[in-house]
């Protein structure tokens, strides 16, 4: 177990002094914080104009449950950035690729076993900490636009609970795209495969002729956990999207480790 702690505690070390991985989240951030500012005006707008048997248009002519809409909206808010977070994910395996650092990792850990187990652990405590940080921007923007009128909604168990889902399904989606980049040795083939799983679900092709089909891919799964409903048309419900998020790492995670112990170091 020290020597798996170990492991994982140098491969953190190596992803957070990449500067391709700061600059691909500073990206990232950069983008949630321009879309929230651009959306906290609208918010508070809507907010103030609440009725008094408690609707709110956050989209022209389309009135709602103000809490319900609100915190749909902050969940939502936050899932439209973790369609980037798959890059990162893809960049941070990619990087012990494009040299021969490979090589020197295996030196260092032999077993591929373990190798793999550290690499995927501290991916996920990186990709882990994006996802709250988006959350937690999410979340402060909202706070803006309700502090006047219910700031404690940002902290019910629904926000809870929302937010909680989209940390998740990042965090999953990011190991997808990890595990793939690592299968393929190649960070362009790993984003390749990861915009291609999302324009899958982005056509609704699917959706429309096998609705079926269409909730075994990842961001179909995302849309099913995530999207409420009555406001959207999904395929599947909140437990075969989960099942569906766990899976995916999964098996992509044991597809790599059987190729690392596999293949020589190139």
Known sequence: MSAVFAATRAELTKIVTLRTVWIVTGVILALHLLVSYANVGINIEAVRAITPDGMIELFADDPQPANRAIVDFLVASSFQM???LPGLGAVIAGQEFRTPQ??????????????I????????VYL???????AGVSTAFMYAAVRDWNPGLLVSPGAWVGQGKFVAFAVLTGLISFAITVIARSTLTGVAVTVGLIAV?????LAVFSPALDALFPLSAGRNLLLNPVE?????????????????????TVVAAFLLARRDAR
């Open 128 to 134: 882990l900490f994006v996802a709250v940080v988006v």
């Open 82 to 84: 973790g369609l980037f």
């Open 102 to 115: 490979l090589g020197q990792t295996l030196l260092a850990v032999p077993r591929r076993g373990r190798l």
């Open 117 to 124: 187990v550290a690499k995927t652990v501290a991916a996920t």
């Open 232 to 252: 959207n048309t999904l395929s599947a419900g909140p437990g075969h999207a989960m099942v569906v998020l766990v899976a995916w790492p999964l098996v992509t």
């Open 201 to 205: 679900t982005m056509t609704q092709l």
